[in-house]
């Protein structure tokens, strides 16, 4: 009979969330295995498309991925600091947010999804006390000190802790009994990359329109511009079919500021909802990442708090007790403990603002005008607001 491997940790999931976990632990010198598809290892060629998946990341994510060793790997001719955001409401009221009144150096940064991978992959490849599993998880077997991981094609490996970073749809979560509440917000997101007429100079802009939806264009390097439509079902379904189209919708929006928009490419669609988890933790188990929270994107904040997640993962196992094995269930309290403020601050908000800005109703109308002008007018709310988007708000 042949000896099953046994780790420290098992990480599922090789998205950012579950390279960035599985990277940590190995550095705080567990013995770590990294559950997965492959990561693509290839860098970009300079002249090659902006990937359509892109990252608005707050400094703490930043902040982390350079703690991790992998924001160096990162090509930064494909990275562009956010500045300002200029956010317009229906009623011609604005709010606009500046790095610089925050005294931060950026508001975000916006990075591919690919490159990310890629930087975080290259990272892993390095990593002592790691090992990278290519195959698909597909059941749970608890053991006396450890749980087994059983993949698709019959190979299994042990672990004292399984981290679930296997995105929204978790069969690790759903192997643990973990129930997920899934709402639908009636949208979809189109994102497609387009150049623009005038330089951007850093600044991200969004439209709220209770009819068409929230509207994003988040500055890319050189003269590109990024966006997020997050439109009802069947104007999303019109636009996404309409690729050539888009600019000319954006057109009276974004002309005055941008100029005339050209597409770069494609468009791509998500279908947006919100889950919620009954529990982050279970059985020598923690959940990270999509697996633990999805949120709507109309913040840019859906990795961030997988981020934060996989720091505070990390903060609580540097600090275990020596005598306490991973997957303790105080450890796993502790973790719990800290991640259910933030996660269930940003659901609500972000789901307060979608619901919000999508009533047609006059009071509501009446409120979320007031609400963006309030903001505006009181500089130490938005400071506030700024660093609590910026993961300064957060225990570190
Ligand atoms: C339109 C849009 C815009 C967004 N913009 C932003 C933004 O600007 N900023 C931000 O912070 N967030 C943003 N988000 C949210 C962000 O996309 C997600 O939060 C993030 O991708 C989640 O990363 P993850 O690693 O947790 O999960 P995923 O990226 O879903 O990765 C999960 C991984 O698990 C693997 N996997 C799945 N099942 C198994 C299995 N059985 N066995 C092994 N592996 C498995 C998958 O192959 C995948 O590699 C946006 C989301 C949308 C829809």
Redesign the pocket.
């Known amino acids: 009979m042949t000896q099953t491997a046994t780790f420290d940790i098992a990480v599922?999931?090789?998205?950012?969330?579950?390279?960035?976990a599985a990277l940590g632990s190995a550095q705080l010198g567990l013995r770590t295995a990294l559950?997965?598809?492959r990561?693509p290892v290839d860098r970009a060629a300079a002249a090659a498309p902006f990937d359509v998946?892109?990252?608005?990341?707050?400094p703490a994510?930043v902040g982390l991925l350079e703690q991790l060793k992998a924001w160096p790997a990162v090509d930064l001719s494909r990275v562009q600091a956010v500045a300002k955001m200029r956010v317009f409401g229906d009623s011609g009221s604005e709010l606009s947010f500046d790095a610089y009144q925050a005294a931060l150096p950026t508001l975000?940064t916006?990075v591919e999804?690919s490159e990310l991978l890629r930087a975080l992959g290259a990272a892993v490849g390095f990593a002592a006390e790691l090992q990278r599993i290519v195959?698909?998880?597909?059941a749970l077997q608890p053991q006396g000190e450890a749980t087994r991981l059983l993949?698709?094609g019959g190979q299994a490996i042990e672990a004292r802790l399984v981290v679930a970073?296997?995105?929204?749809?978790?069969?690790?979560r759903a192997a643990a009994g973990i129930n997920a509440h899934e709402l639908s917000y009636g949208q979809t997101?189109v994102?497609a990359n387009f150049a623009c007429e005038r330089p951007h100079q850093g600044v991200a802009l969004q439209w709220f329109d209770p009819a068409e939806g929230v509207i994003a264009l988040?500055p890319l390097p050189g003269e590109r511009v990024s966006l997020?439509w997050?439109a009802p079902h069947p104007l999303a379904e019109m636009l996404a079919n309409e690729a050539a189209s888009l600019a000319s919708r954006l057109a009276p929006r974004a002309g005055p500021y941008l100029g005339a928009l050209t597409a770069i490419g494609p468009a791509r669609s998500?279908p947006?909802r919100r889950i919620s988890v009954d529990r982050l933790v279970g059985r020598r188990l923690a959940l990270?990442?999509?697996?633990?929270h999805?949120?709507h994107?109309l913040a840019?904040?859906?990795?961030?708090?997988?981020?934060a997640d996989v720091s505070e993962m990390l903060r609580v196992l540097a600090g275990r007790e020596q005598w306490r094995d991973p997957g303790d269930p105080v450890l796993l309290r502790r973790y719990e403990r800290s991640r259910a403020e933030p996660v269930g601050l940003m659901r609500l908000a972000t789901h307060a603002l979608a619901r919000l800005f999508a009533r047609d109703d006059a009071v509501s109308r009446e409120v979320r005008n007031l609400g963006l002008s309030a903001v505006d007018a009181l500089p130490p709310l938005k400071a506030a607001l700024i660093r609590h988007a910026a993961g300064q708000g957060a225990r570190r």
């Open positions: 599922v999931g090789a998205g950012v969330a579950g390279l960035a559950v997965g598809p990561v998946r892109i990252y608005a990341l707050a994510a975000a916006i999804e195959g698909t998880f597909d993949l698709a970073a296997d995105g929204s749809r978790s069969s690790v997101a994102v988040l997020v997050s998500f947006l990270v990442g999509d697996a633990a999805v949120v994107p840019g904040q859906g990795l961030n708090l997988g981020l």
